[in-house]
Nanobody, 128 residues
């Protein structure tokens, strides 16, 4: 059983920054790509960013490019999401998730169906 635990959320003013962390249990963390999603009240869960299992390749939703950065430390079984220049519309619960496929040629998955394990989420609130 894989457990993902997010942390680092909170309240920040517009223009500020936050760094989210997602700690994973298990010995196979480095074999899987990871992703971040977010869900605002009344909206569907949306893709934010993804990172390959090596950490070399990353992919972002268009609205996050240049502001958000995903990274990982396989020695610590942790994936990060650095969020800069935050806007009120970034307010949401942020989730990390594990890509459901191991091995092969990786391609970023932007749909929730592409991920098999999810964390409980961490709230990010950006005030104007």
């Amino acid at each position: 059983q894989v457990q993902l635990v997010e942390s680092g959320g909170g309240l920040v003013q517009a223009g500020g920054s936050l760094r989210l962390s997602c700690a994973a249990s298990g010995r196979t963390f480095s074999s899987y790509a990871m992703g971040w999603f977010r869900q605002a009240p009344g909206k569907e869960r949306e893709f934010v960013a993804a990172i390959s299992w090596t950490g070399i390749t990353t992919y972002y939703a268009d609205s996050m490019k240049g502001r958000f950065s995903i990274s990982r430390d396989n020695a610590k079984n942790t994936v990060y999401l650095q969020m800069n220049s935050l806007k009120p519309e970034d307010t949401a619960v942020y989730y990390c998730a594990r890509d459901g496929v191991v091995g092969g040629s990786w391609y970023p998955k932007t749909g929730v169906a592409g991920y098999d394990y999810w964390g409980q989420g961490t709230q990010v609130t950006v005030s104007s």
